[in-house]
């Protein structure tokens, strides 16, 4: 049962990171086509959680390798080249979008920089779930294939429909974070998206029967309720992005379309378990052993709340539109109206040296009850020493004092303030 729990997590984590990253790299491909005035602005409304939604990816594979190592095993290394190209991709994408907000010049450049690397993760991830779906050549758990095994017909479409997917949720989510759209503009881009996404998912179905190994199973009743449920929620979701493009609430189009992925996952899933390698093999042969599963539930099942819960007080604190800041010009420094009054001669010396004194000595004090209590001596410093180390102290925090004194740092402000005033 633990196995199912890993599974689970894994599951959960890729949704969480295909709706949240989603959006944030098709608003990324989207800035390509943005004028230029406007890439800055797309950068700055992805820039406040792109690296929390990444993070979902990283957790994913985490599970992935303790939970389900013999899945890790056989994946991994027949995608080893696209990953690499996903991984310089996201670095080059951050690059670009710290770059472009941050740099004094070359914006245009960095704005390409975001916008390029966008598109080439997105379409490295579709190559991966494709090689996933058409399933890796393996033998006893082990990989037997080729280093570019990955590179199919069908991994190709999948890259394609990924891309539009992406695209579509970069568009609802620029409709509920910007007002630079016009809503006819909008209205057109979002439902010309949705179509070209309702196209390349019915390609995709189509063709996965020739090129997915594992048989279908939707003979079985209970699979094939869930399934056409998830297919008709999918279908729900899409008319309701497609009424809310260019109409208000702005946050209508985003939510339908995160739904609409989610009961894609969902159905993608119900085909699959409890199959994870197509096309045999499953969640018991991959899983490690129950110390371990029963060790990464708990430990991720408690984190999972506060995980949760930051992602949600990230969206509440970043809701609503976004505008650019204004940039307030620095006030002038107050003027001073009253002459400086300079200070009297030095006077309370005594009170000076006596109260320095004590510090020194209760300094001492501290320290030796901290020796005496945690580090077990169980014998107070010996008196001539602390008297020694109290006169030492004191000695060498005067002369620095006199020292600094006649370099002038005690008067810096004074003679800055002198000169202020002269002038």
């Known amino acids: 049962?633990?196995?199912?729990?890993?599974?689970?997590?894994?599951?959960?984590?890729?949704?969480?990171?295909?709706?949240?990253?989603?959006?944030?790299?098709?608003?990324?491909?989207?800035?390509?086509?943005?004028?230029?005035?406007?890439?800055?602005?797309?950068?700055?409304?992805?820039?406040?959680?792109?690296?929390?939604?990444?993070?979902?990816?990283?957790?994913?594979?985490?599970?992935?390798?303790?939970?389900?190592?013999?899945?890790?095993?056989?994946?991994?290394?027949?995608?080893?080249?696209?990953?690499?190209?996903?991984?310089?991709?996201?670095?080059?994408?951050?690059?670009?979008?710290?770059?472009?907000?941050?740099?004094?010049?070359?914006?245009?450049?960095?704005?390409?920089?975001?916008?390029?690397?966008?598109?080439?993760?997105?379409?490295?991830?579709?190559?991966?779930?494709?090689?996933?779906?058409?399933?890796?050549?393996?033998?006893?758990?082990?990989?037997?294939?080729?280093?570019?095994?990955?590179?199919?017909?069908?991994?190709?479409?999948?890259?394609?429909?990924?891309?539009?997917?992406?695209?579509?949720?970069?568009?609802?989510?620029?409709?509920?974070?910007?007002?630079?759209?016009?809503?006819?503009?909008?209205?057109?881009?979002?439902?010309?998206?949705?179509?070209?996404?309702?196209?390349?998912?019915?390609?995709?179905?189509?063709?996965?029967?020739?090129?997915?190994?594992?048989?279908?199973?939707?003979s079985q009743p209970l699979r094939a309720v869930l399934f056409w449920l998830a297919v008709l929620a999918a279908v729900a979701a899409g008319a309701v992005a497609w009424y809310g493009f260019g109409r208000r609430p702005d946050w209508r189009p985003f939510a339908a379309v995160a739904t609409m992925t989610a009961c894609g996952l969902v159905g993608l899933a119900v085909l699959s378990v409890p199959v994870v390698v197509p096309p045999a093999l499953t969640v018991h042969q991959v899983a490690s052993p129950h110390s371990s599963q029963l060790f990464l539930v708990v430990g991720v099942g408690l984190c999972m709340p506060f995980v949760l819960a930051y992602n949600a007080y990230a969206w509440r604190s970043f809701r609503g539109k976004y505008t650019d800041p204004l940039e307030r010009p620095i006030p002038p420094p107050p003027a001073r109206t009253f002459p400086l009054a300079v200070s009297p001669a030095p006077s309370g010396a005594l009170r000076t040296i006596?109260?320095?004194?004590?510090?020194?000595?209760?300094?001492?004090?501290?320290?030796?009850?901290?020796?005496d209590v945690f580090g077990g001596v169980a014998d107070w410093i010996d008196p001539v020493g602390v008297v020694v180390l109290c006169c030492t102290s004191l000695a060498a925090w005067i002369v620095g004092d006199r020292r600094d004194r006649r370099a002038g740092y005690f008067h810096a402000d004074i003679v800055g303030i002198e000169a202020e005033t002269t002038s």
């Not at 949240?20 to 800055?40: C, I």
């Not at 006596?354 to 020796?371: E, F, Y």
């Open 354 to 371: 006596v109260r320095r004194t004590l510090l020194v000595a209760l300094g001492i004090l501290a320290t030796a009850l901290s020796q």
């Open 1 to 218: 049962m633990l196995e199912y729990a890993s599974y689970a997590l894994v599951l959960f984590s890729l949704a969480m990171y295909v709706v949240l990253d989603g959006y944030d790299l098709g608003v990324g491909m989207l800035s390509l086509a943005a004028r230029s005035e406007r890439r800055r602005e797309y950068g700055e409304i992805v820039a406040t959680a792109w690296d929390a939604n990444e993070s979902w990816i990283i957790l994913a594979g985490v599970v992935l390798w303790a939970g389900l190592p013999g899945a890790y095993a056989v994946i991994l290394p027949s995608v080893y080249l696209p990953l690499i190209g996903m991984l310089i991709a996201v670095i080059l994408r951050g690059l670009g979008l710290e770059m472009q907000s941050a740099a004094d010049g070359y914006r245009r450049g960095w704005a390409l920089l975001f916008g390029g690397a966008s598109l080439a993760a997105t379409v490295c991830q579709g190559l991966v779930l494709g090689a996933l779906l058409t399933g890796p050549s393996q033998r006893d758990g082990m990989f037997q294939g080729g280093a570019f095994d990955w590179f199919s017909r069908y991994s190709v479409l999948c890259a394609l429909g990924l891309v539009a997917v992406y695209l579509l949720a970069g568009a609802a989510w620029l409709q509920d974070k910007t007002e630079g759209w016009s809503r006819s503009g909008i209205r057109r881009t979002g439902r010309s998206l949705l179509v070209v996404t309702a196209i390349m998912t019915a390609v995709l179905g189509l063709l996965m029967p020739s090129a997915d190994p594992q048989q279908s199973q939707l």
